[in-house]
């Protein structure tokens, strides 16, 4: 917390060169000065480790007044939402200058310094010396770092590695290790922070206690292994106010100047999650209103305020004082007049998967019983949902009303409160009240066992690789995966985006900057490998010395799986018909490696067993039955009946049919390219999706008239990216923001544009999207690609933003740490595209535009962080004040399996 820390003088010095710093540590303040660890005698002697007021890590010391240590990173660390794991080691014996102090973030070596000053060889440092040593502030009473800490180890006499201290677990996030075998030296000493009334308590075996200095060092259960919320000082609040001064590491809002003052906490409540609990004390009431609310997390920041979605337990302290509860902005219902005291501890129990919730005062809930489930004050209740603090300050400074939110981390009010130290239905908590039964401490343990979360590791579905060109054939690797779609543009000067996917083969391209139709040229790409692809020496993938991005994701490369509903229907004799799709006995594309189920529970399939042959009609057509990897179940017309087929590789074309009767089958085309036929649509498409991550590449051979094709996802895509495959003409885009009555257009700058013939005003279900009759991507005896996404929680965000037209720009929540962001502002403007891969920290600069083939820039910078992104640049395309912009971001890893922390050194 601020203006607390801790301090230790050695009785005798140590190892003066050689030496480790590791610590966990969360910010809550940022921009602004915090010292982490150093050694002071004065100002002209010490040494310290800290951050800026620029949010960057710096390594600065003086000697005699004189700098000789001065390491300043050129990335900022500004996620108040976060744990980092800084380990700074000293070793100057070392000659190499660069070697005699290393800083690593999360398990990774800071090497890039916008000031790099290297103390001489052999050097004796301040610490270790028997001055001054201090935690949480530099020395002399400034720089106080305010947040949380968490593992502290110092070793005197040997630099360790980060990974003594951390290491990656299987979904690819840094995680502390528990008991790191070190050898502490003299002066070396481990800070649990787990020892109550004595947090400065050495436990090395040292007894190298450190003492508390002014204020209190609280003991919390928000760890590096089990995140909670704070309220997010990134945030600003509705209506274009000033962000209220949070202090109590991000617990407590105040006011800070007349307006309404709205804050978020820095997680989101999914839809569906289960049930919730949250305190909030009152800790300064004049003459104001407040509230302590639940509300639509797209509402929390804006040019304007709204109301919509947000449900409240509100109070008055102005004339006659009064409390109760309101939805959105209308009146206060439930209202009794009593005072409002400082000290008042305001409650909401919200059951997220049964939207409901109640509001509570001092342990007395205004309606209903949330333990028993009975009337609760609102319900019905639909959507993600945020916590929220609301309070109001009046022009003349001193009436405003003030309060501290406890998400289970601290019942202690900060001292307004004596602590009750009740704990959740999960033990998680640390609540003044009981929460009620089965009720939940909002936090990252909490939410990963309540959520299904498809992705763990986004990088398993969706990574981004760097790659310089040869000028002639190499394979590019470090994807991880055989990917089914490549997006490829190069970086150092201009040049077509170059697109291919594994539906319709890797040596054909399209171009999201140019209209025309499909490119068939082998010069381009070869193939898709095992870890990424092969390329020729041609210019747009491969030139020689040229840089280059490729955006890898996959689809249905990996066993896919489809179950097919068979009837047996009249037409020209019996014919196997599936999915109730129009035509009997059509050729289906089965890609090898995948399984099939031929489902054939209908009664109408009694009597007509689906085999299959390397003959057409099989025994009928003087053909043997095929059985590599097929099994049978049950008898054909009756419950659990089916024919499964696993396509072995390299498999034969098949034919299925019936083997009792002939002429009733079709052809199975095995291995020609990936995807399967799907038809549950109104045509018969090829689809290729990969349901754990919500992708799906679906070619749709098209009609000119209205029509339907399945994607695959069992879930209603976000957002779906249309190119006819044979027609110059443009790139039709769907996103849910803004509608099916709107479309965007890639390879352009345009405004989004209302058309009835681009989606037939017709949303996308759980099978299948609409395509109209407009002639650019729907056109008789041709076909189109569809590159579809559905959102899934944790792994993928299409939403939208309102823009501030300001360098500290809105936050957008995602729910995971992106490793992909796209934005296209809701006017006419570009396409952007950010990764974390051209940028491996904040702030991340390099962007790429989709309509144009211009070379990468670095003008309009936003931040990565580990439950969404921040704008932080004016630009139009980006963040104009009150503009409205869409997005699509994708996960690195989801918040709460990477329990917040950044993946790399962001």
Aim: aromatic share 12%.
């Amino acid at each position: 917390m601020a203006s607390t820390y801790l301090s230790r003088t050695p009785g005798s010095a140590g190892n003066r060169k050689t030496f480790t710093y590791s610590g966990w540590i969360k910010r809550s303040t940022i921009s602004s000065s915090a010292s982490l660890f150093s050694a002071y005698t004065d100002d002209p002697n010490r040494l310290r480790i800290a951050f800026n007021g620029s949010d960057k890590l710096i390594v600065f010391g003086k000697d005699g007044g004189t700098t000789n240590i001065n390491l300043t990173s050129t990335q900022v660390f500004r996620d108040a939402s976060a744990w980092y794991h800084i380990v700074v080691t000293f070793d100057t014996t070392q000659a190499t200058e660069s070697n005699r102090i290393k800083a690593y973030v999360n398990g990774e070596q800071v090497t890039s310094f916008t000031t790099a000053t290297y103390p001489s060889q052999d050097y004796d440092t301040f610490i270790n010396n028997t001055t001054g040593h201090y935690i949480g502030q530099r020395g002399d009473s400034t720089e106080y770092f305010d947040g949380y800490m968490a593992d502290i180890h110092f070793t005197d006499g040997t630099a360790y590695a980060p990974t003594t201290f951390g290491e990656t677990d299987t979904t690819g996030v840094w995680v502390p290790i528990v008991a790191p075998s070190v050898t502490y030296g003299t002066n070396g000493f481990y800070l649990k922070f787990a020892n109550s009334g004595a947090m400065g308590t050495d436990s090395s075996g040292n007894s190298n206690t450190f003492s508390v200095g002014a204020g209190t060092v609280r003991q919390v259960p928000d760890t590096p292994t089990n995140v909670f919320p704070t309220l997010n000082p990134l945030v600003f609040p509705l209506g274009g106010d000033p962000k209220p001064n949070l202090s109590e590491g991000n617990l407590r809002s105040t006011p800070a100047t007349n307006g309404n003052h709205t804050t978020a906490a820095t997680q989101f409540i999914p839809e569906g999650s289960g049930k919730w609990y949250v305190e909030s004390v009152l800790t300064y009431v004049s003459s104001q209103s407040g509230g302590l609310t639940i509300q639509d997390p797209e509402n929390i920041q804006g040019s304007t305020n709204s109301y919509s979605g947000q449900y409240s337990v509100f109070w008055q302290a102005s004339g006659t004082d009064y409390f109760g509860t309101r939805q959105g902005g209308g009146s206060i219902i439930n209202q009794t007049d009593t005072t409002i005291n400082v000290g008042d501890i305001f409650q909401i129990a919200y059951d997220s998967t049964n939207g409901k919730v109640w509001f509570g005062r001092n342990n007395t809930w205004i309606t209903g019983n949330p333990s028993t489930d009975t009337t609760p004050t609102y319900s019905s209740i639909t959507g993600d949902k945020v916590f929220t603090t609301t309070g109001y300050r009046v022009s003349s400074g001193s009436s405003y009303t003030a309060q501290q939110v406890n998400f289970g981390q601290d019942s202690s009010f900060s001292g307004s409160k004596t602590a009750q130290n009740n704990a959740d239905a999960n033990g998680k908590g640390d609540f003044y009240y009981a929460p009620p039964t089965g009720f939940l401490a909002l936090c990252t343990d909490n939410l990963s066992s309540a959520l299904t979360i498809p992705v763990n590791k986004g990088a398993d579905n969706f990574n981004p690789i760097i790659y310089t060109g040869t000028g002639s054939t190499q394979s590019m690797t470090g994807v991880g995966f055989q990917p089914d779609w490549v997006w490829i543009k190069k970086r150092n000067s201009a040049a077509y985006h170059q697109l291919f996917d594994s539906v319709r083969g890797a040596t054909k391209a399209l171009f999201t900057n140019y209209t025309g139709p499909e490119a068939v040229d082998s010069g381009n790409l070869q193939s898709f490998t095992a870890d990424g692809f092969t390329a020729d020496g041609f210019g747009g993938t491969n030139g020689n010395g040229d840089t280059y991005v490729a955006w890898n994701w996959k689809a249905g490369t990996s066993a896919p799986s489809n179950t097919y509903a068979v009837k047996v229907v009249s037409d020209s004799g019996n014919k196997y018909r599936f999915d109730d799709f129009g035509t009997s006995a059509i050729t289906l594309e089965l890609q090898e490696g995948g399984t099939f189920t031929f489902d054939q529970s209908d009664s109408s399939n009694a009597g007509h067993p689906i085999r299959f042959s390397t003959t057409s009609d099989g025994t009928h057509g003087g053909g043997s039955e095929y059985t590599t990897g097929v099994t049978t179940n049950g008898t054909a017309g009756q419950a659990g009946a089916y024919t499964r087929i696993t396509v072995a590789a390299s498999a034969p074309t098949l034919y299925y049919y019936c083997s009792v009767h002939s002429g009733m089958g079709g052809q199975a085309n095995t291995g020609s390219l990936f995807g399967f036929t799907n038809v549950k649509g109104s045509v018969q498409c090829v689809t290729s999706p990969n349901t754990t991550a919500g992708f799906s590449i679906v070619n749709v051979p098209t009609t000119g008239s209205v029509l339907t094709a399945g994607h695959g996802l069992s879930k209603a895509p976000s957002m779906i990216i249309f190119k006819s495959r044979d027609k110059d003409d443009y790139w039709p885009v769907y996103h849910a923001s803004i509608g099916a009555t709107k479309f965007l257009v890639l390879n352009t700058t345009a405004d989004a544009a209302t058309g009835s013939t681009l989606f037939n005003d017709t949303a996308p279900s759980s099978t299948v999207f609409t395509m109209g009759t407009q002639n650019a991507f729907n056109n008789a005896n041709q076909e189109t690609i569809a590159y579809c996404f559905a959102e899934l929680e944790g792994y993928s965000k299409m939403s939208s933003y309102t823009g501030n037209g300001n360098a500290d720009g809105p936050f957008v929540y995602t729910g995971f740490k992106p490793a992909f962001v796209y934005l296209k502002k809701l006017g006419v403007n570009h396409h952007v595209l950010y990764d974390d891969t051209r940028d491996t920290y904040n702030p991340a600069e390099k962007y790429i535009r989709t309509n144009t083939n211009d070379a990468e820039s670095t003008s309009q910078p936003i931040d990565f962080l580990s439950n969404g992104f921040k704008l932080r640049h004016t630009d139009d395309a980006i963040n104009a004040s009150g503009g409205a912009y869409i997005y699509m971001a994708i996960a690195e890893n989801p918040f709460v399996t990477s329990t917040g922390k950044p993946v790399t050194a962001r």
